[in-house]
C-alpha cells in the first residue's frame, strides 16, 4: 500500500473543511449531517472519519483556522505599525474590509447558529469562551499599549472597553446575517470606529 504524503492528508483534510463550511453555509449547522458532507466532497463516510471525530469537531477546526488566520493576518501587518492608534485602525480596517458575499453572509449565520448552540453545552461553552478570551485578550493588550504611550485615557478599563467592542461588534455581524444589508453594514462599521476612537483617545 503506498504510502500517504503529509501534504496529500492536509489537501484532503482542507477539502472536507471547505465542503463543510459550504454545507453548514446553505443547510445550517445543526441540520447538515455528515452525509452532506460526503455528497459534497465526494469522500466516503469513513475517510471523513478518518480526519474528523464527529460533526463537532469538524466545525471547531474550521472555527480554529478561521481564528488562526485572522491572528496571522493581524500580526504581520501590526508588525510594522509603531503606535496603537494604527493598530486599532488596522483593526476596524480588517472588519470593514471584509467580503460580503452570499457564502461571508451564511457564514455569519453559521456563526451564530453554532455560538447558541454551543452555549448549552458545557464542553463547547468553554472552547467558545477560551477563543472570545483570545480576541479580548489582543484588544486589551493594543488599549493598554495606547495608555502606556500617553494615547489613550488612563482612567478606561482595557476588559470592560474590550468587552464592549465585541460585543458591537457580534451585534453588527448578527444585524447583517439577518437583514444582509452590505451598505448599512459598512456604514454601522464607520460610525463604530469613529465612535470608539473618540472615546478611547486622548
Not at 8 to 34: D, M, P, V
Not at 86 to 92: D, I, V
Not at 127 to 153: H, M, P
Request: glycine share 4%.
Amino acid at each position: 500500500m503506498p504510502k500517504v504524503s503529509a501534504q496529500y492528508k492536509e489537501e484532503k483534510r482542507n477539502h472536507i473543511l471547505e465542503s463543510a463550511l459550504k454545507c453548514f453555509g446553505e443547510k445550517g449547522y445543526q441540520a447538515t449531517i455528515i452525509d452532506d458532507i460526503v455528497k459534497d466532497s465526494n469522500i466516503s463516510k469513513g475517510a471523513i472519519y478518518n480526519y474528523f471525530e464527529s460533526k463537532e469537531e469538524i466545525y471547531l477546526q474550521l472555527l480554529k483556522k478561521r481564528t488562526n488566520t485572522f491572528f496571522e493576518e493581524m500580526d504581520e501587518v501590526n508588525a510594522q505599525l509603531t503606535s496603537a492608534k494604527e493598530k486599532l485602525a488596522n483593526l476596524f480596517k480588517r472588519f470593514k474590509k471584509q467580503e460580503l458575499k452570499e457564502d461571508d453572509q451564511q457564514t455569519m449565520r453559521v456563526y451564530i447558529e453554532f455560538w447558541l448552540y454551543g452555549s448549552r453545552q458545557e464542553d463547547l461553552r468553554k472552547i467558545l469562551a477560551e477563543r472570545y478570551n483570545r480576541f479580548i485578550d489582543y484588544i486589551v493588550n493594543i488599549i493598554v499599549e495606547g495608555q502606556n504611550s500617553g494615547e489613550i485615557k488612563k482612567e478606561i478599563d482595557p476588559q470592560n472597553i474590550s468587552r464592549i467592542f465585541w460585543a458591537i461588534r457580534d451585534g453588527n455581524v448578527l444585524h447583517y446575517s439577518f437583514l444582509g444589508e452590505e451598505e448599512q453594514y459598512r456604514i454601522a462599521w464607520d460610525t463604530i470606529e469613529e465612535m470608539f476612537l473618540n472615546y478611547v483617545q486622548q
